[in-house]
């Protein structure tokens, strides 16, 4: 079965009084729903595998420090609190330890491992003591993520929120598929309605060979509640296998981009982990269209995305359709790609 996602008056000066009275009260600030111009994020992340990852959370904390953004909160789909405390120690060790984080607890049981850094928060000084700081003391009393989805989609204006997606969807169907709670008398599909602006998710092969997409054949019942109960007014834009593919970050270049220090996460990780595994920029390119914006990226018409049922995605045009995707560029356009990328990743902490 497949799964569609449809995707020249004078006024007097009392009347001008009245007017400049009612244009103050209507834009005065919401301490609950502050107005902004940046986009407000959620990411959404299956860290402790893929390096990718964590250079998407890093330019996030970097753009959300330059103005450009506002980061709401970490949720962590791959399952073991392991990588939940990943998350932590980015979090931490970029100054935004006060970032929520939310973890899958039933998610998708032992899915494949690239690049297996779930040691990351345990790395040591030479004395002995931990080499990066956490924020979270227990991580069992953390919020699952389709929980703090709701709690951070109901705090926040209508048709606000972008959702940056780049691991597994486990945490998004759980949230669909959710009833009413303490944070909202909304469903999940209702909820999601009535917050989310776009959904910018790293999954898809559109252009170059009809495959599988990994993301969703690792837990295919997750996407295919994705695809059921996605609403259809609400965006998706799709960063599909074979544009990030494009952009290489080698090894050799992480580690002398960040050349100040060796006690970073990051660096650690590729100094102490295998990352020769044709290992690519797949994930920052959600990233950077959510806060950069559509300009820097060749997109599709407008259309239908249909997810098959081993995990194909095939896409069909419609005006009406609420799905688009990035398309590759040329060399040029991912030689920016990876010099913004790098840029970020060289600013010292």
Known sequence: MSKNIITSNRFSPFLIFIAGMMIACCSKTDDKHPTTDVPLVIFDTDIGSSADDLFALEMLYRYEEQGRCRLLGVVVDREGETCAACADVMNT????????????????KNPAVWIDYGNLPNHTNPDGSLMFARTVNDYSTLPDGWQLYRRLLAAQPDHSVSIVSIGFVTCLAQLLQSGADEHSPLTGVELVRQKVKCLYIMAGIFDVADEPDFNFSQGIEFAQTLFD?????????????????????????????????????IKQVYMTYNCNTGQKMWDPMTVI???EGDGLFTLSERGVVTLTADAKTLFTPDPSGCCRYQKPGTPQWAASMLEKIRTINKIEK
């Open 93 to 108: 060790y970029f100054g935004h330890g006060n970032l929520p984080i939310g973890l899958v607890r039933n998610g998708i």
């Open 289 to 291: 269209q959510v806060v």
């Open 229 to 265: 109960l996605w609403p259809q007014d609400v965006d998706m834009v799709f960063s599909p296998m074979e544009v990030g593919q494009q952009v290489e970050y080698t090894p050799e270049q992480v580690i002398a981009d960040i050349d100040w220090t060796d006690c970073h996460p």
